[in-house]
Structures are given as structure tokens and as C-alpha cells.
């Protein structure tokens, strides 16, 4: 039988990669093929994307593709973080580089967004969670600083839609990115029209909403033929939201389960059936992001890997060779609760140097004594918050969804850190299964072999997934159960929560 081979391009804020799926057997099977830096820039004085050099490194990808495998790709499909978009012109054009969500542009938007529409309003239209890196926010930014930009604008295209774009010609927006804006109608699935009035965003902005799994076009032919590719190829929208992706990818059976998409972002969610969005959900800022093949994400990002890895930039200033690994060891061997943080402090969003973020956190705190200049210690800070973290958001999405939750699915690449997925397994008591550590591209490439018809469900999906990945299984410790649960108590004491 003719092999079909996937090709999944999966952008993250630090890093991306090509990777190379068939289906055979009931398996996937995956092989990375092109990795590369993805981090933004500063630019005329704002943080942006240099969305050129991502579209290079998918057509570098592309000529690896064809010098290990040959001419033949069934489909192309990418996926990306959310929120972020690019302008395009009347003649197609990129209109400005595309901003990176952490650009300080948003400040004070959150206030313009209350006073135009209404908080609650705009939360039971897009049942989104309010933060300032949503799509809607930077519109408001756009509206005060340069509304000119917004009459020039023809399309609005999500980082993942555009580089489909590129790619095909084709416009489109993806849904479950799509849905990250908080700007769509979360039960009409399609853009929000009071939104869109209420803050004066031009109409033309409405691109095509598509799902994932449908076939957007085919890729350039001009191309095509210079990366040597024959035939047709097709573009096949995965869930281009990477955590839309990565969920679609959680080896999870039964139900009363939660997952924690882990990567630079931590989001810590249910799958639900469709939206749900009541006072409860509104109060704790819960959002509904929107789900592959008909699910709805119900979901809250904590802040994630992202603070280990600033950290490790400060750290990596006086010692450049200071890895992951030895991190994680200090961690291990440091003393264990010797102060709490709360990763979703402001003061961790965007830090020029993480330490003193958190030395001013603790001290701000009350926790004078914690000493920052060791190592081991803020690592061991740092993970057991999040765990506590997780914990915290665990017990509020089965407070608003009545759910049982008796197991943790964590999946993505912060599963790789063995000790953090020990870390919650204790904050929450109950068992965590790790695994797989590419879920998002797993889900990506599923994705397209479901628009090429060659899987039919979700549930088939996860069938495949099982059968192709082993899952860490990580049971709470008992000798520490007490002191994990006292020390939850205070974490939460200390942190307001
Ligand atoms: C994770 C992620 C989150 C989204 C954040 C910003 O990579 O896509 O889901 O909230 O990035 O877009």
C-alpha cells in the first residue's frame, strides 16, 4: 500500500520543528527532521516575530523533507501559540510585522475593554479568559495608538493561519486559534458581531473560519517545484492553537480526568462538550478555548516553564554552561519549601532578570530570609510553585464544571522533567500520567491524517496515540502527603490566593 506521510511544522516561543508522521499499523510513527530558534525581537523600539525567517526555516524543512523521503507529501500542516496575528494589505502583503503578545503595547487595554463593553459582556459572548496578551487586546492597543493601521488591514491572520497563507495563498482561520482572540462567539463558533461594533474593528477582519481538519488548499506549485515536491500536496489545518493540538493528543480513556498542556505556558484544563461559562467560571477567569473535533478546552494558563527559563537566562550570564539537568539536580538536593511564590505574578511576566523578579516577590512577601543566590533553592521555589499552582487551578475547574478529576494527563514537553511531574503529583494527591512529550505535534499530524481520511474520530485518535506512546506513571508520595498538604495551605496564605 502507498505511504502517506504528514509533515507537522509545530512553532513554540522558543522553538520549532519539523516533524514527519505516517500512520502504519495503528501507530504513528514520528521522525523530526528540522529544528531551529523561533524567539522574538526587538524591532522599532516593540517585541515582534520575524515571521519571514519562520516561513524559510518551513521551506528548509520542506527540502529536508524531500532529500531523506523523495517527492511525495500527502499534506502540510502548522501549528503555533495563540493570539497573535499578522495585518495583510489589500495586495496581499504583510502590512507590519507581526507583535509578539508579551509587548508592553497592551498596557492599560484591560481598562478600555471594561469600559467599552463590559468585562462580563465580553466574557459570556467569548468565554475567554481576560489577559492582556489576547488578540482583543492588541486590537485595542492598535485602536489607541494606530488606528490608521486598522483601515489599511484587509485580513487578520493568526501566526499559524498566515503561514498557511504563505504557503498556499489561502486565507483562513482556524478556530481553536481563532477562538484564543476573545473576539468569537464561543457558542455561534464564528466571530463575535457586537464585539467586533462595540470596538470599531473593521468587518473585513472576519477572515473564513475553518476547522481543524479541513483542507485549506494545496501548497504553491512554484514551490512546490523548488523544494522538489511532486504532485499535489495539500495544506490541512491541524488544531493550529498548539494546546488544541497537544489536547487532541492526550492518551486519556474514561472521563474524570485533567491534562496540563506543559511547555512555556502551563495550561491546566477539562474537556468539556461545549462551552461553559457561568458566574463560577467568570469569577475565576476560566476559559473555553476552543477544541479539535467538536470539544471545548476548558482551561486556565499558569505561567509555565517560562519562569524556569528566564531564570536560567539569568543564571546561564555567569555560568553559559548550566543546563536543564543540573538545574533540576540542584533543585533536588535544596531544602524543600523554603518559600512560595505565585508564578502568575505580575512581576514574572515579562522580567529583565527573573532573580531579582522573584527576590522582590519574596521580599514584598515577607519571605526576607530565602536566599536567591542559590541555585538549587529558587529551581526548587520555582517547581514546587508550580505544582501548588496546578493544584489551585485543578480545584477551581472542578468547582465550576461539578467534575470529578482522578487522574492528571501532563503531556508536552515539560514532561520530560520527571521531578515536576513527582512535584504534582503530590501537590494534587493523586496520580499523574507524563506523556507523550510531543503531543502537540502527535495531535498536529493526527489531525491531518483525520482531514485525509485515514483516522475517523477522536476517539480513534487517541487509540493511535495510545498505541504509540508509553506514559510515566507518577503516584503521590505518602511519607510526604502532610507536608505537601500543609505546605499548599501556606503557599496559598502567602500568595493571597
Ligand atoms: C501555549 C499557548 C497558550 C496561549 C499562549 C499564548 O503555547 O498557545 O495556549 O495562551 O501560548 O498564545
Redesign the pocket.
Known amino acids: 500500500m502507498e505511504t502517506k506521510r504528514h509533515l507537522a511544522f509545530d512553532f513554540?516561543?522558543e522553538s520549532g520543528r519539523a516533524i514527519v508522521g505516517e500512520l502504519k499499523d495503528g501507530k504513528l510513527e514520528m521522525e523530526e527532521i528540522h529544528r531551529f530558534p523561533t524567539q522574538s525581537m526587538f524591532i522599532y523600539g516593540s517585541l515582534r516575530w520575524n515571521i519571514y525567517r519562520f516561513y524559510e526555516e518551513i521551506v528548509t524543512g520542506l527540502r529536508k523533507y524531500t532529500a531523506k523521503y523523495g517527492s511525495a507529501l500527502e499534506s502540510i500542516g502548522v501549528d503555533t501559540?495563540?493570539?497573535?496575528y499578522g495585518f495583510l494589505k489589500k495586495d496581499g502583503s504583510l502590512l507590519e510585522i507581526p507583535y509578539q503578545?508579551r509587548d508592553d503595547r497592551t498596557n492599560g487595554t484591560a481598562e478600555i475593554i471594561d469600559k467599552a463593553a463590559g468585562n462580563r459582556e465580553v466574557y459570556d459572548i467569548t468565554g475567554i479568559q481576560f489577559m492582556t496578551?489576547n488578540t482583543l487586546n492588541q486590537m485595542a492597543a492598535v485602536k489607541r495608538d494606530t488606528p490608521e493601521r486598522l483601515e489599511e488591514a484587509h485580513d487578520m491572520l493568526f501566526i499559524g493561519d498566515l503561514l498557511h497563507y504563505f504557503l498556499s495563498g489561502e486565507k483562513a482561520a482556524e478556530f481553536t486559534v481563532a477562538s484564543?482572540s476573545q473576539m468569537l462567539d464561543a457558542f455561534k463558533k464564528e466571530w463575535s458581531h457586537e464585539l467586533f461594533e462595540q470596538f470599531g474593528i473593521p468587518d473585513q477582519l472576519k477572515s473564513k473560519i475553518v476547522f481543524a481538519g479541513d483542507v485549506i488548499g494545496t501548497i504553491d506549485p512554484k514551490l512546490a517545484k523548488e523544494v522538489g515536491l511532486n504532485g499535489t500536496v495539500k495544506i490541512v489545518a491541524p488544531a493550529v492553537?498548539?494546546?488544541a493540538s497537544a489536547a487532541t493528543a492526550i492518551p486519556a480513556e474514561g472521563e474524570n480526568w485533567a491534562y496540563i498542556?506543559s511547555?512555556?505556558?502551563c495550561?491546566v484544563g477539562v474537556e468539556t462538550n461545549g462551552p461553559v461559562i457561568n458566574d463560577a467560571s467568570y469569577e475565576m477567569n476560566i476559559s473555553n478555548?476552543g477544541g479539535s473535533l467538536g470539544k471545548n478546552l476548558f482551561l486556565k494558563?499558569v505561567m509555565g516553564l517560562w519562569i524556569i527559563q528566564q531564570c536560567k537566562k539569568a543564571w546561564n550570564k555567569k555560568d553559559p554552561g548550566l543546563g536543564y539537568p543540573e538545574i533540576v539536580e540542584k533543585a533536588v538536593r535544596a531544602k524543600p519549601f523554603a518559600g512560595f511564590i505565585d508564578p502568575d505574578d505580575d512581576l514574572f511576566f515579562a522580567p529583565q532578570d527573573n532573580i531579582a523578579a522573584i527576590r522582590e516577590y519574596l521580599d514584598k512577601t515577607g519571605q526576607t530570609d530565602v536566599d536567591t543566590e542559590d541555585i538549587g533553592t529558587v529551581a526548587r521555589i520555582v517547581y514546587e510553585a508550580l505544582a501548588f499552582k496546578y493544584r489551585y487551578v485543578v480545584d477551581r475547574l472542578k468547582a465550576a464544571t461539578g467534575q470529578q478529576v482522578e487522574v492528571l494527563h501532563i503531556i508536552g514537553g515539560g514532561t520530560k522533567n520527571a521531578l515536576l511531574n513527582q512535584f504534582s503529583a503530590n501537590a494534587l494527591g493523586f496520580q499523574v500520567k507524563a506523556g507523550p512529550a510531543e503531543a502537540t505535534a502527535t495531535g498536529n499530524l493526527l489531525l491531518q491524517a483525520y482531514g485525509c481520511n485515514e483516522v475517523n474520530s477522536l476517539q480513534e485518535i487517541r487509540e493511535v496515540v495510545r498505541a504509540s506512546n508509553e506514559m510515566e506513571v507518577f503516584e503521590p508520595e505518602n511519607e510526604t502527603a502532610g507536608e505537601w498538604a500543609r505546605a499548599y495551605e501556606q503557599f496559598k496564605a502567602v500568595c493571597g490566593l
Open positions: 513554540g516561543a501559540w495563540g493570539v497573535d503578545y496578551i484564543t492553537h498548539d494546546t498542556s511547555g512555556t505556558w495550561m478555548s494558563n
